[in-house]
């Protein structure tokens, strides 16, 4: 069987390693006699999966016990509107990090709700080729938080240092950089990454938050469950769960550990991502980086060609070679590959070829 060069954005690869245990155990999970699928969420040996999910993300990624991981629904996308409902009072301002579409769609939602919001810093005029200095953010204090989307998946732009804000109240969507390395948890009030870039398949919502701010949410007006403290208070199990895309991130986790670990899987990640952005910088121009250099992002990889033509036949050749998902968002178009941690070092390599010889065959 061959498998395809995935580098599709989300839903993306997933280890094969992964795929083929959850095939092994399809019929019969656990001696249980049925599948993963079929178990009640309030058995033991769902729990056991749920739990073990749990505590292997704590162990990878460093949390403390001043956090709590959820497990939740309604992709990174719920998340946009669950935080100013639960954390932005009517004296609280919601401050956004304008660095993409994801970020817009935040602050948006944010907007709707009638909350007062406020825009930090904003590489728009630039068509968000960059991430703002530290230095130029602009901080209030009435922030109720500051929000920032830490890996821009459409223009390929990627945070190198994070901010330190007023309590600690930086709140980060992570989605397609989480365990891609290790965070500095401490510096986040909370994080939160839909799980089909780095995690697993689509369905669940993985969301670290510090415990003291559970405590903050106003007691009314909140449907029960968008309130954090709910999810929380019932270790994620309030309603039913998305079961076997927790079971799917379960084992993705014990992966991620099987290779040594997030350091070990950053190395490996800077490794894949070099061998296309040298291609591009080596490229004399044939090759167009969207991102400045020190904002570029190591999970998604975006340039262009000298034409739309040129990326046109760029696109259909390398779809013809086997490679999947290199078409730029259709917001932005160019090309994008997105690296995540389950792209094979292989599959990067025979990207890096391909590019090679169709600048040689077209310049
Ligand atoms: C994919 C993505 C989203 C959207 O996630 P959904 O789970 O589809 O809602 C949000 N933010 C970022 C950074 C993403 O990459």
């Known amino acids: ?141 009435d922030d109720g938080y500051l929000h920032i989307t830490s890996s821009n998946t459409i223009f390929g732009t990627q945070w190198r240092e994070f901010p330190r804000v007023k309590g600690d ?62 999810h929380s208070k019932n270790n994620s199990l309030y309603n039913t769960p998305p079961t076997f895309s927790i079971y799917m991130l379960n084992k993705v986790l014990q992966w991620v550990k099987d290779r040594g670990g997030v350091a070990e899987i950053a190395k490996t990640n800077e490794l894949k991502a070099a061998l296309i952005y040298d291609v591009i910088d080596e490229s004399n121009g044939f090759y167009k980086g969207h991102a400045v250099k020190n904002s570029r992002s190591l999970m998604n990889i975006t340039f262009n060609l000298q034409s739309e033509d040129l990326s046109k036949k760029f696109l259909s050749e390398a779809k013809e070679a086997g490679f999947v998902g290199l078409n730029g968002h259709r917001s932005v178009g160019g090309c994008r590959a997105s690296t995540y941690n389950a792209v094979p070092y292989e599959a990067c390599k025979a990207l890096q070829q391909f590019m090679l010889n169709f600048k040689q065959e077209n310049q």
């Open 169 to 230: 109240l930086l709140i980060a969507d992570m989605s397609s950089d989480i365990l891609s390395k290790p965070l500095p948890i401490e510096n986040f009030a909370m994080l939160y990454a839909g799980a089909q870039k780095n995690l697993g398949p689509s369905g669940v919502t993985v969301v670290i938050i510090r415990k003291d701010l559970l405590a903050t949410v106003p007691s009314h007006q909140i449907p029960t469950v968008l309130r954090y403290d709910t």
């Open 1 to 141: 069987m061959k498998r395809a060069y995935n580098f599709n954005a989300g839903p993306s690869a997933l280890p094969l390693e992964v795929l083929q245990q959850a095939q092994e155990e399809l019929l019969n999970y656990n001696e249980t006699g049925m599948s993963v699928m079929e178990l009640s969420h309030r058995s033991n040996e769902f729990e056991n999966v749920h739990n073990e999910a749990q505590s292997l993300l704590k162990q990878l990624l460093n949390i403390p016990d001043t956090y709590e991981v959820l497990f939740l629904q309604g992709g990174a996308s719920l998340q946009f509107s669950m935080i100013p409902m639960n954390f932005l009072n009517d004296e609280q301002i919601g401050n956004y990090v304008l660095t993409g579409v994801w970020s817009e769609k935040a602050l948006k939602e944010a907007k709707i709700l009638g909350r007062s919001t406020a825009i930090a810093a904003s590489s728009k005029e630039t068509n968000y080729d960059r991430i703002p200095d530290l230095s130029e953010l602009n901080l209030t204090p």
